[in-house]
């Protein structure tokens, strides 16, 4: 197996740039005082993402997941993101051994 010298450039110029957002942003965070809106804003974040993800496989599969979606939407606006997945979950198998998909 050979690999490509500008494709392993281009792998490690992609990770570089990838640790230094991360890095400068955990740096440059100092300096920035975060007021209610901004925190609001920021913690809706993690469950738009999750929908995000969760959308197209609710819109394009069966009915158990789209009722685990849809149940998952709901947690995510009062739990915690991982009790949010961890009840779609539960929701999808449920639906899944009840209607037999």
């Known amino acids: 197996m050979t690999v490509d010298p500008s494709a392993a450039l281009a792998i490690l110029a992609m990770a570089a740039a990838t640790v230094l957002t991360r890095i400068s942003g955990l ?7 975060i007021g209610p809106q901004q ?11 999750l929908m995000a993800v969760i959308a ?13 979606a849809l149940a998952t939407a709901l947690a ?26």
């Open 27 to 33: 740096l440059l965070i100092r300096f920035v005082t």
């Open 56 to 68: 197209p496989t609710a819109l394009v599969t069966g009915p158990a997941e789209t009722l685990a």
């Open 39 to 49: 925190r609001r804003a920021l913690e809706a974040i993690p469950p738009a993402v």
């Open 76 to 101: 995510a606006t009062r739990l915690p993101l991982l009790a949010a997945v961890a009840t779609g979950v539960f929701v999808v198998a449920v639906a899944r051994a009840l209607i037999g998909a």
